[in-house]
Structure formats: structure tokens, C-alpha cells
């Protein structure tokens, strides 16, 4: 039920980074785009940590604000996926903008329900 949980979520927060975002597309369906949502939440499992390592140097000479680029370099994965490799529909117009945008967005919107859905 808690991965059904974080899914929706992950969901929810990439369908309003793709509403807000200029430079951020989805031409899917409601099956690619939980596919996407999947891809994303399995990518912030596995891929995020092991860039957080690979980069703590960087991370702790900015302070931690080298996390928003990890963030971004995991929704690049995600699209790079999602859009070339198994063609759901998630695509982004540049890197640097509409990516570090839409996973600043995604971030913010995963924290809030991350809050709300919190049952501790």
C-alpha cells in the first residue's frame, strides 16, 4: 500500500511539474504516465543515492545545493528513459531550464505530500 502511496504521489508531482513547466511534455497515456511515475520512483531509490555519493565532495563544498542538480541529472534519466528508450511520452526541451525546473517542482510538491501522507 506505501508504494501505491508514493506512486500516486510521484504521479501527482510530475503532473503538475509538466503543467508548470515550459519545456516539459507529455504525449502518453494513463499507463505511460504511470510508467514514467514508476520509472522516477525507482530512480530516486537507486540511481539518486549513488550520485549523492558519487558527488558528496561537490555537495558539501556548495553547501547541499549541489542536490538540486542531482535532482535534475535523475529527472534527465527519467526522460532520457521514458522518452528514447521505452517511448512513454515524457520528454524535455533542454537540460539545464525546463529539467532543473520540473524536478525542483517535483521535489517541492513529493515534500509536501510526503507530509501530508506521513502516518508516524
Do not use: C, H, Y
Not at 519545456?23 to 499507463?31: A, H, I, Q, R, T
Not at 549523492?52 to 558539501?60: D, E, G, K, R
Amino acid at each position: 500500500m506505501r508504494f501505491v502511496l508514493k506512486l500516486a504521489a510521484t504521479a501527482a508531482a510530475v503532473w503538475i511539474a509538466v503543467w508548470i513547466v515550459d519545456g516539459l511534455e507529455f504525449d502518453g497515456s494513463f499507463w505511460g504516465f504511470v510508467g514514467v511515475s514508476a520509472i522516477l520512483l525507482v530512480a530516486n531509490g537507486i540511481v539518486k543515492p549513488i550520485l549523492n555519493v558519487l558527488s558528496f565532495p561537490l555537495i558539501l563544498l556548495t553547501l547541499g545545493l549541489f542536490l538540486l542538480i542531482t535532482n535534475a541529472l535523475v529527472l534527465q534519466f527519467t526522460v532520457w528513459l521514458s522518452g528514447d528508450v521505452l517511448d512513454l511520452g515524457l520528454t524535455s526541451t533542454g537540460f539545464f531550464w525546463a529539467t532543473f525546473l520540473g524536478a525542483l517542482v517535483i521535489s517541492i510538491v513529493r515534500w509536501v505530500a510526503d507530509a501530508v501522507l506521513d502516518d508516524d
